[in-house]
Every structure is written in structure tokens, then in C-alpha cells.
């Protein structure tokens, strides 16, 4: 799985990055947290490869500072992506509402404040992971690099992916569909707006939303079995947490299966890109038709 997202996601999130630096000659708002997004998901796909080979010859030794590097780029890209994502959806609310730009956070200045504040933000969320990490090495002579879900002290960490769960996870999902319902109750009491394109990017809000739903979900929801079943009081045999990590196994590659569909998102969302886009192929058709 991690093999096939990599070819696949690498290809797709590096045409898009290449996209808006070479053929989009005026940001917006929504391009500045849809190149955020897919720069994001360039670094953590280029982490895959090695996961890859190190899974598949059941190598468990890391270089502790690759250890920490590769756990973090991998979170983050994980709860930046829904970040991003939301505040897309919150863009496309507002422009609904403020069709000629005039409010704030619609401005561009806006929008890369906004940005900066996301990385810090988690981050922030992020670092006590990497504590976990540093001290779960430490106790292992800094060879073996461990899972989230195979982490130090269960009920410590328990509390800590729960409560990362709800602020990551729960909480930006609600955004996104409480927005892309927003944008559905403005577009109903604005009968003569119907039809017009912000009809599309409403769908495709909803669609993203159900993509973070059904992709996400697995992942938080093992990740807390994994941490319960290891709690000592509950003494649940090894038999059952043996399947419960497989299970967790499984929901990892499904979860960071949004970094091969996101680049779909980014065709979708903005004219303005595919426009660019097509004008680009227009002019280097016309250069290579015009040369002897």
C-alpha cells in the first residue's frame, strides 16, 4: 500500500506543485492553503519509500533522528491536510458570501498568516508525540523505532491521541461539514443563484468531507482500541491485541490514502488552476509547432 500511494501520490502532488509555481500567475486565498496542501503531501509521500522497505524486510532498527523526522512529517501531513482542507471550505463559504473579496479572510495576506499559524498550531499539537518518541528510544538504546500505537506508558498516551483525536480530527471535520451545510442553506434562500458554479465547489466540500469521514475515521478509532487493550487493568489476552494491532496496521495505509486523492481536489476546486494549467499546454503546443 505505502509502495503504491507513493507512485501514484508522488507523481500527482509534484505535477500539482509544479502547476502553481510555474503556470499560476495570480494567488488567491484558496491556492495559497490548496499549495500548502499538496506541498505537504510531497514531503510525507518521499518518507514512504523507506517505510516500505523497512516493513517489508521486518527491519525494526532507525536511525533515531530519521525515527523522529519520519513520525513527525507523517502526523503532521495527517492533521495539516483536514486543517487545510477546512479552511478551503471556509473560503469557498465566504465567497459565497462576499462574492467581491471585501471580507478579510479573503485577502492573501490573510490566508498565509492563516498558514504560518496552521504549521504552528500543529506542530503544537504534535510535540508531545515526539517526546514519546524520544523517551520510548531512549529506553530501547535509540535502534528501534516504534509505532504511535506502540509507544510508552498506554494510559499516558491514551489520554494524549484522545485528546489530539477530538482537536485534530473531530473538531476540523465538523468545520467541514458545517460549512459545506452553510454554503447549502445561503444557495437555498438565494433562489436565483442557482446553478452557478459555487454548486460545484459545495459538492466537492461535502465530498471531502466524507473522503476525511471514511479515511480518517479507522485510523483514530484502532488507535484508541490499540492503547485500551494494552492497559494493564483491563488484562485483555494477547490473542485479542494481536488482532486489534492488526487492524490498527491496516487502517494506517488507508488513512494516508488522502495524499494520492487530494491532488483530484485540486483540479476541482479552482477554474483559475486548470485555466492556467491549459493556457501553459497552449503556448508550449504553439512553441513546438513553431520551431524548425
Not at 510531497?42 to 525515527?67: D, G, M, Q, R
Not at 468545520?175 to 442557482?194: D, I, P, T, Y
Not at 461535502?206 to 494493564?232: E, K, N, Q
Amino acid at each position: 500500500m505505502y509502495g503504491l500511494e507513493f507512485t501514484i501520490g508522488f507523481i500527482g502532488n509534484l505535477f500539482v506543485v509544479l502547476g502553481y509555481v510555474f503556470c499560476l500567475p495570480a494567488w488567491k486565498s484558496t491556492n495559497v492553503y490548496l499549495f500548502n496542501l499538496s506541498v505537504s503531501d510531497l514531503i510525507f509521500l518521499c518518507t514512504l519509500p523507506e517505510l516500505s522497505h523497512n516493513y517489508t524486510y521486518n527491519l525494526k532498527k532507525f536511525n533515531a533522528s530519521v525515527c523522529m523526522i519520519n513520525r513527525y512529517i507523517l502526523n503532521v501531513n495527517m492533521y495539516s491536510s483536514i486543517l487545510f482542507m477546512m479552511w478551503v471550505s471556509v473560503d469557498r463559504f465566504l465567497l459565497l458570501c462576499h462574492p467581491q473579496r471585501e471580507h478579510i479572510l479573503l485577502t492573501l495576506k490573510a490566508a498565509v498568516c492563516i498558514t504560518i499559524m496552521n504549521w504552528i498550531w500543529v506542530t503544537i499539537q504534535i510535540a508531545p508525540l515526539i517526546v514519546f518518541i524520544i523517551q520510548d528510544l531512549d529506553q530501547n538504546g535509540w535502534t528501534v523505532c516504534r509505532d504511535f500505537g506502540s509507544l510508552g506508558e498506554a494510559k499516558v498516551i491514551l489520554i494524549y491521541t484522545t485528546v489530539l483525536t477530538i482537536t485534530g480530527y473531530v473538531i476540523p471535520l465538523l468545520a467541514l461539514f458545517l460549512s459545506s451545510q452553510k454554503m447549502v442553506s445561503v444557495l437555498m434562500k438565494r433562489e436565483e443563484m442557482r446553478g452557478t458554479s459555487f454548486q460545484r465547489p459545495v459538492r466537492i466540500v461535502r465530498i471531502a468531507a466524507f473522503m476525511f469521514l471514511l479515511l480518517y475515521t479507522p485510523i483514530h478509532v484502532m488507535r484508541i482500541a490499540r492503547f485500551t487493550s494494552r492497559l494493564p487493568e483491563l488484562n485483555v489476552s494477547q490473542c485479542i491485541m494481536d488482532y486489534i494491532n492488526s487492524a490498527y496496521i491496516v487502517s494506517r495505509p488507508i488513512a494516508y490514502f488522502h495524499s494520492v486523492i487530494n491532488p483530484v481536489f485540486y483540479f476541482l476546486m479552482t477554474d483559475s488552476f486548470k485555466e492556467a494549467l491549459q493556457d501553459k499546454w497552449r503556448q508550449l503546443k504553439r512553441m513546438l509547432m513553431t520551431k524548425p
